[in-house]
């Protein structure tokens, strides 16, 4: 258990960093322009990196040690703070900084999650994947969506240069952190292939995994209607929009997320012992695309503060469910490639989110934009009653032996 005690501290400190840019990058992008269009570009920067490297990402991440590659990518996403850090000096905060800023960090960040999370089962064992991955998103939450928000919306109305430079700091810090980690040996063994063809391999898997290929349809759904929401959210909640918060306000409001997601992260390793688990997944769904749709009927600010939560407590409890299954499904030396797999197919139509929604939140208004991002999460629902037919395997404690032991 030391090495997953490692790798937690060093999730904190990373969590936390992404916690402060989260919220940094849409300030720094709304205060550069007021279009709807400009700051969602920030956030395409942010997401592209998962479409089009992701599956990739996981070929590497199994062939080189993951305390390699958690130390590097820590390690790079400090200098990239530190270029912008540069730049915001020289001339303040310009849009196509930004989303080069946004870019690279989200290149960084696809090793470090891939490494993370598909290292994590060695660590931990197949009995304590649950138990881990809520810690994993317990410690994500404190420091991504609370910890991390409410300082860079504090901190960001006195210097926007100030919370550049604690993020890079926090990412050295993480890499720092790896140092102590004990070198885990690549996952994948024997001769090396060519990258497309264990790219495939790990796409053929998820294709013919009838809960995966659904959990990425499902999830596809949710990530591209958050992925277009939370732009214009911005400028909804942020003054002079129409719940006319100030960066600070927005940063707490943020935060109030965690509440929920920390609840859930409580409650969630308990559920499958009470409640069948595709059945509360099928629950998440719904309650998410209901939060998402708050914003439409009213502007004040502690109903949308109550959504945050109730969307951060689905969330959690999706991701801690699927997760797992993920972990305890893939083959032996497959896990970084379906980790990367998965989120990239889950991810591919991430970027259309913030354009659409930004088009339509400039040619529409903001809560035409807000209604069609709800409307997009509850699509999802869809694909249940083909979830609820293969429910059975979401109780599968042990890793597939190969790629063709499917259920």
């Not at 990239?80 to 000096?89: K, N, P, R």
């Not at 719904?286 to 439409?296: D, E, I, N």
């Not at 970027?351 to 939140?361: A, D, E, I, N, Y």
Request: hydrophobic share 55%; charged share 10%.
């Amino acid at each position: 258990m030391r090495p997953f005690r490692i790798l937690l501290t060093s999730f904190s400190f990373s969590t936390l960093a992404d916690g402060l840019t989260a919220v940094l990058l849409p300030l720094m992008a709304a205060a550069a322009s007021r279009s709807p269009l400009d700051v969602a570009l920030v956030s395409v920067g942010r997401a592209l990196p998962w479409t089009l490297l992701a599956p990739v990402v996981g070929v590497w991440v199994e062939r080189v040690s993951v305390r390699t590659v958690l130390l590097w990518a820590s390690a790079c996403r400090m200098a990239v703070l530190g270029s912008l850090l540069l730049v915001l000096a020289a001339s303040g905060p310009r849009i196509p900084a930004l989303v080069v800023a946004a870019a690279a960090l989200g290149v960084l960040e696809a090793f470090y999650e891939v490494a993370a999370q598909s290292s994590t089962p060695s660590m931990v064992g197949p009995d304590g994947l649950v138990a881990a991955n809520a810690k994993l998103t317990a410690t994500e939450l404190i420091m991504r969506s609370f910890l991390g928000p409410s300082a860079a919306g504090v901190v960001a109305a006195l210097s926007l240069l100030t919370v550049t430079g604690a993020g890079a700091a926090l990412y050295g810090v993480t890499a720092l952190v790896m140092l102590a980690l004990p070198a885990i040996p690549a996952a994948a063994s024997g001769p090396r292939r060519d990258i497309r063809g264990e790219v495939v391999e790990g796409m053929r898997f998820l294709r013919r995994d009838p809960l995966l290929v659904r959990f990425v349809a499902m999830t596809a759904c949710s990530a591209v209607a958050y992925a277009g929401w939370m732009p214009v959210f911005t400028l909804y909640a942020l003054a002079p929009g129409p719940v006319g918060l100030t960066g600070a306000g927005f940063g707490l409001a943020m935060s109030a997320a965690s509440l929920g997601g920390l609840a859930a992260t409580a409650l969630t390793p308990r559920l499958p012992d009470r409640l069948a688990p595709m059945r509360v997944l099928t629950g998440t769904v719904v309650l998410g695309t209901l939060a998402l749709a708050v914003p439409v009927v009213t502007a004040r600010p502690v109903p949308n503060a109550c959504a945050l939560m109730v969307y951060s407590a689905s969330v959690v409890t999706w991701n801690i469910i699927t997760v797992s299954y993920r972990q305890r499904a893939a083959p032996a030396g497959m896990l970084g490639r379906i980790n990367a797999s998965y989120r990239a197919l889950a991810w591919f139509l991430v970027p259309l989110g913030p354009l659409v929604s930004g088009l339509v939140g400039t040619l529409l208004g903001l809560r035409a934009a807000l209604l069609l991002c709800a409307a997009v999460s509850g699509a999802a629902l869809f694909f249940v009653p083909g979830t609820l037919r293969n429910a059975g395997a979401l109780n599968r404690s042990a890793p597939r032996k190969d790629i063709h032991d499917l259920v």
